[in-house]
């Protein structure tokens, strides 16, 4: 693609998000919600063949069915409200259709079945940006709404979507399905505690989108989207191995890794609400995500299965340098101990 | 009939919605835009908005379709499909009709249509009337507060414009 055109449109999905995040009008919201859609399509399909069209034509016509839903939210609740700040949606029905709206958007379950597909589909970096900075724009403006978003309706979804993520990833080789796997599993425990108490949203969705960049970065560098790949990275470069497993650990959650942060404090603030079966639930599904990503680092770091001779040489082209690496790794795995400064989050 | 005539247009405009999200080819998809397009018309100039309805004849029909109309007859195949040579087509068409009969059937029985939420007719736009400089309508002041005001909302809109034509020319372009 020309290198004009490239930066123009990803300049404009940058401006799309920025657009949402920033807007207090509800039609300038659904603006930037489309001009994001519009301008990420390209940068899905940057390579041309059919599986990457396949993929922006389902990406795309999730999405649009996700917009129409919102602006009819928008409507609905100017119809009531008669104005068009964003406030909390003080009308039911319009909180309902605008929830659903935006968990098509991020990929909550029922609506997670385009999340698989579509990573598979597409590139690594075009991957990166999907399940990174597309959820930025639905999760703030969830968090703008969240003093009236259903309680049911969002939970249901929100334990729905940590299962799903945590089953559907059990029987995946391919390493972009388990981080849409992942991706899914997260935005769940993201929105479970969106109503108690919308900063820890906000701190997981900081965390996750570290972890994430350090994993795809992990696997961009090592040019592996398949876990046989993956496995033979000993031979390339013996470093990242050990990388792959922390970064790994880190984002099923065990501790002392930063990726334990969101998921106790994320507990925590459940069980000071009186609900003790709820997280109980959630820590014992995100057990199922622990273990592919367990065995992810089994076949990776821990273990070099017997092969021929052939095997053990991995074709490589110039090793791509990537800068922002190592900060990231010290990010993703480091920051346990600096929990108690979240009190300064109030 | 008069005091249902925004009642008729808007069934002829839902009507001729689902005659092309049947999707039939390109080119009698273009011609029930043009039904709905002057219907659609004829409904914001029944609440007073002469101003913008005479914007959607000229600028939507008479510049974007006619535009759409050359694109798609240089581009068109053999036999086009029409809403009957498909069972697929048919079929659709002929539900998005039915819907629109049971609703136009609610409708005229009860006075205010509740499915998910109340809704009793709209009202018109304003027209102000104060003693000095004469009469103006709320409607075409509100095209002028989209330049003055909205600005913002101007440029963010001719951006999105510019990049969706970037954008459909990188997507057609290949490889």
Redesign the interface.
């Known amino acids: 693609m020309n290198p004009l055109i490239f930066t123009t449109i990803l300049m404009t999905v940058l401006l799309g998000t920025m657009i949402v995040m920033m807007s207090s009008h509800w039609l300038m919201i659904w603006i930037g919600f489309e001009m994001n859609l519009l301008a990420i399509i390209p940068i899905l399909m940057k390579k041309y063949n059919p599986r990457t069209m396949e993929a922006s034509t389902k990406y795309f016509l999730t999405q649009a069915t996700a917009s129409m839903l919102l602006m009819m939210a928008i409507i609905i609740n100017l119809m009531h409200s008669g104005q068009w700040t964003i406030t909390k949606v003080f009308n039911p029905t319009a909180s309902i259709i605008m929830t659903s709206a935006l968990a098509m958007k991020l990929g909550l379950t029922p609506f997670h079945f385009w999340v698989p597909e579509v990573t598979q589909g597409i590139s690594l970096t075009s991957g990166l940006i999907l399940l990174t900075w597309q959820k930025l724009a639905p999760m703030s403006i969830l968090y703008q709404i969240s003093p009236s978003i259903n309680l049911n309706i969002l939970l249901t979804m929100a334990v729905l979507s940590i299962l799903v993520g945590g089953w559907g990833g059990l029987n995946q080789t391919q390493l972009r399905k388990i981080m849409a796997y992942s991706s899914i599993a997260h935005m769940g425990w993201m929105t479970a505690v969106l109503v108690y108490n919308p900063t820890l949203t906000m701190l997981n969705m900081l965390i996750y989108i570290m972890m994430t960049l350090t994993m795809f970065m992990l696997f961009i560098h090592s040019s592996s989207t398949t876990t046989l790949s993956l496995s033979h990275t000993w031979n390339k470069t013996p470093l990242t191995t050990t990388l792959i497993l922390i970064t790994l650990l880190s984002m099923g959650g065990l501790p002392p890794l930063s990726g334990f942060m969101p998921k106790w404090m994320i507990i925590q603030e459940l069980t000071k609400n009186n609900s003790i079966i709820l997280p109980t639930l959630m820590a014992i599904m995100a057990l199922l995500n622990l273990y592919f990503y367990m065995r992810l680092t089994y076949s990776t770091s821990l273990t070099m299965f017997p092969s021929t001779n052939n095997m053990k040489m991995k074709w490589q082209f110039e090793t791509k340098r990537i800068t922002l690496l190592p900060p990231l790794i010290v990010m993703s795995s480091l920051l346990l101990p600096l929990t108690p400064m979240l009190s300064i989050l109030d | 009939m008069m005091t249902y005539i925004v009642f008729i247009l808007s069934v002829i405009f839902v009507v001729s919605f689902v005659g092309f999200s049947s999707k039939p080819s390109p080119i009698y998809g273009g011609l029930v835009l043009i039904v709905s397009g002057g219907v659609g018309c004829g409904i914001i100039m029944n609440f007073g908005g002469s101003f913008l309805g005479l914007m959607v004849f000229l600028i939507y029909l008479g510049g974007m379709l006619v535009v759409f109309g050359y694109t798609t007859a240089m581009a068109t195949e053999q036999y086009p499909e029409v809403w009957v040579s498909n069972t697929t087509v048919m079929g659709v068409f002929l539900l998005g009709l039915l819907m629109e009969v049971m609703l136009v059937l609610y409708v005229l029985k009860s006075e205010e249509v509740g499915v998910?939420?109340k809704?009793s007719g709209v009202g018109d736009w304003a027209i102000y009337d104060t003693g000095d400089s004469g009469v103006f309508s709320e409607e075409i002041m509100g095209v002028a507060a989209l330049y003055s005001y909205g600005v913002?909302?101007v440029i963010?809109?001719g951006?999105?414009l510019l990049?969706?034509v970037?954008?459909i020319l990188?997507?057609t372009r290949?490889?």
């Open positions: 998910v939420f809704f913002w909302v963010v809109t951006w999105s990049v969706g970037l954008v990188e997507v290949g490889d």
